[in-house]
């Protein structure tokens, strides 16, 4: 069956191939915002109630192959299912991800760090609903069978933590993507293209 899906709008980040994190980082540096397409700004009524949101997109520029069994940048040495993994390189390549709604001025949304690279085509836009979506049983999957947890745990969350034999950190780790594309869209909010 095919399947057609269309660009509603564009995200904004100061990401391109060689600093995009793993996850989003709710207290990244930088402009992120999303262009929503002006024939779909009515549909944001009411969207300003809710502090988060859902983030659908196209990776557009995620390169073959895909993988079944691939390997998480948190845990190099634990071969995994691709759907138990949020590796780019999927049969759907669809990005998801959980942003705070800072604003919305028309019909552009300023929200906090996304995992996305500057010029991602938006796919969808769904309220984070905390009674519905914050579900108390869940779990950490296979995160959780790692011996050093905890420590794997503070870097996927990109927090400041202590390693063995050394200080804590000063500022958080940030883990650069692996993904294999690049953009070549705007930089910044309002600068031309390189």
């Known amino acids: 069956m095919s399947i057609t899906l269309q660009s509603i709008g564009t995200i904004h980040t100061p990401y391109f191939a060689f600093n995009t994190p793993h996850q989003p980082l709710p207290d990244a540096p930088g402009d992120f915002w999303i262009t929503l397409n002006p024939e779909y700004a009515s549909a944001l009524k009411s969207l300003d109630n809710f502090n ?74 769904k309220p984070y609903i905390h009674f519905r979506d914050s579900i108390k049983s869940a779990n950490n999957g296979w995160f959780d069978t790692l011996p050093d947890k905890d420590h794997t745990i503070a870097h996927a969350l990109g927090l400041a933590h202590e390693h063995e034999h050394e200080h804590e950190h000063p500022h958080p780790h940030v883990h650069h993507n692996d993904h294999d594309h690049s953009h070549n869209h705007l930089k910044h909010r309002h600068e031309p293209n390189d």
């Not at 520029?61 to 138990?84: C, D, K, N």
């Open 52 to 125: 988060y949101i859902y983030v659908l997109y196209h990776l557009d520029q995620v390169t073959p192959p895909v993988e079944l069994l691939t390997h998480s940048p948190w845990a190099p040495e634990l071969e995994i299912g691709l759907f138990a993994s949020r590796s780019p390189k999927r049969p759907n390549p669809i990005g998801l991800s959980i942003v705070q709604l800072k604003e919305i001025q028309g019909n552009e949304l300023i929200i906090s760090g996304i995992d996305a690279y500057n010029g991602t085509p938006l796919l969808d836009i």
